[in-house]
């Protein structure tokens, strides 16, 4: 392929801001690639409807191919580059060598910008290669997103268990929102994507032992180097910890798996296939509690996650993700609207965030939660994925600002407010956190509920949520309007870009 002209592969790079400072990056810094590869057919549309995959069935017929991972490969090789690994299932192969090896490999510049490497421009590929190769991840390794959890504190200091009368065990929460009785999850395998931080088992055996539920069998596992790394509450721990808490409090008889990667869109996908192809595992739920606006992203990343979320509900696994604790805004501060991703894709279902009050077990209120422009339910309207059919009567609005008709963002909704937050333990600490980064791993405890209740995996469920939106308690009130523009969207009957259809509950 040496003589074959370059052509972009379109929507991988993203430029920085106007004026950002570069640095010359290190070229002779070894790296490790990820190259994504196209799938050998479509998936089929049963598939998506309950007719569900095998894993051993996808590799077979719906991975990648091994003649195109060797066209790969042997382009790759006569660049200098190394293979490290080959999974047809994953459909990557991941090659080492130094940056200037990967900038001639793919005719791109690479400089840094805040220690961390940028791409100047987009990646380039052979012609003959140029519809196989469908993303290459990790030449830039900037972060990528932010846990959407939030302490509780008052007067800047964590507030404790016993200072936070309107705060619940999830196991509580559980039982106030009518979770399924007489099943535990067993049989279930929940997978937690991590990008940080970690957990240290005895603060999982105290916390379990304090809230009187059964401790879960709980499992870490290192994707592309990452490991359970725990340091200190103030961090990526209390992600960590929240996660694993509330999905195990809620389904203590699942098995909780652990996947730990880098904060860069190549750790975050790699992490998220791992967890989707683990034939030994076996997660029948995921869940992300990490994110950013859809504006952080580049085009390549937003079609690989959501096609290996397709590849998900392809298997029958439910993904449940964050749908982001700024409200509106997202994070951002250009006075405009914006969704976060991954929550925005639509195999994805986005969870987003409820203000609780109740008295003893019964539900007094229930709202939009929006605190401030730093602690407010994330949700609004995409503006890169279409609206999907799921959506077409749900009377999802157009993009406030650029008009588009795209995914309502989110699907469901559950207690996030910190200050009616979850009582968990972190590094040794008892504290309240808050956030939608509960309500993922809630939402992902009540499907490991259900598939044990049903004796099937749940799959995708948003056509049967959006044909019986009844199956949900309705959220009416509230706003999550926090740009500086006061502008965002308001709660009300039916789904709306604030709690979507609702708190949900059961499937049937």
């Not at 999982?204 to 499992?219: D, N």
């Not at 749908?323 to 609207?337: E, I, L």
Request: charge should be negative.
């Amino acid at each position: 392929m040496e003589n074959q002209p370059n052509t972009k592969l379109t929507g991988s790079f993203k430029p920085l801001q106007a004026g950002a400072s570069l640095q010359e990056a290190d070229k002779e810094e070894v790296i490790t690639v990820t190259v994504r590869l196209r799938r050998k057919k479509e998936l089929p549309a049963d598939a998506m409807k309950g007719n569900f995959l095998t894993r051993d069935k996808y590799e077979s017929d719906y991975g990648a191919s091994l003649e195109e991972a060797e066209q790969v490969e042997a382009y790759a090789h006569e660049q200098g580059l190394t293979t490290v690994s080959v999974n047809l299932a994953h459909r990557s192969v991941h090659l080492t060598g130094t940056v200037s090896e990967f900038e001639k490999t793919f005719n791109t510049t690479v400089k840094t910008h805040n220690n961390f490497r940028v791409l100047q421009s987009e990646i380039q590929v052979p012609e003959a290669l140029k519809d196989i190769i469908v993303g290459v991840f990790g030449l830039d390794n900037h972060p990528i997103a932010r846990p959407m959890f939030q302490i509780a504190k008052s007067e800047g200091k964590i507030v404790s268990h016993a200072a936070a009368p309107q705060s619940f065990t999830p196991n509580q929460l559980a039982g106030i929102y009518g979770f399924p009785t007489g099943v535990t999850g067993k049989g279930q395998c929940i997978g937690i994507i991590e990008l940080g931080g970690g957990y240290r088992p005895k603060d999982i055996t105290a916390y379990f032992k304090e809230i009187g539920v059964t401790k879960p069998t709980v499992k870490a596992v290192s994707v592309d180097g990452g490991k359970n790394s725990p340091s200190t509450a103030n961090g990526a721990d209390g992600e960590v910890m929240l996660d694993i808490e509330v999905a195990g409090a809620v389904a203590p008889g699942a098995t909780i798996v652990v996947y730990f990667a880098g904060n860069t869109d190549q750790g975050f996908l790699d992490a998220i296939i791992n967890a989707i192809h683990d034939t030994q595992n076996k997660p029948s739920v995921i869940s992300i509690s990490w994110g950013s606006a859809e504006v952080s992203w580049t085009q390549q990343a937003f079609d690989n996650f959501n096609e290996a979320f397709k590849t998900a509900a392809a298997l029958g696994i439910t993904i449940c993700v964050a749908a982001g604790d700024s409200g509106s805004r997202d994070d951002q501060t250009d006075g405009k609207v914006h969704v976060d991703f991954p929550a925005s894709s639509p195999y994805a279902l986005a969870c987003g965030g409820t203000k609780l009050v109740v008295n003893g077990t019964q539900i007094v209120s229930e709202v939009v939660w929006n605190e401030s422009s730093d602690s407010a339910g994330g949700g609004g309207v995409s503006t890169y994925f279409p609206l999907p059919d799921y959506q077409a009567n749900a009377n999802v609005p157009l993009e406030l600002d650029t008009q588009f008709k795209g995914r309502g963002v989110p699907d469901v909704a559950g207690d996030a407010d910190p200050d009616t937050g979850y009582k968990v333990r972190v590094d040794g600490q008892d504290m309240v956190i808050g956030g939608t980064s509960a309500v993922a791993p809630l939402m992902a405890g009540l499907i490991a509920l259900i598939n044990e209740q049903t004796g099937k995996p749940a799959g995708d469920i948003h056509a049967q949520i959006y044909a019986n939106p009844g199956l949900l308690r309705d959220i009416t009130s509230g706003d999550n309007k926090t740009t500086s523009a006061n502008t965002g969207y308001t709660a009300g009957t039916g789904w709306d870009a604030c709690t979507g259809l609702g708190v949900l509950s059961k499937l049937s």
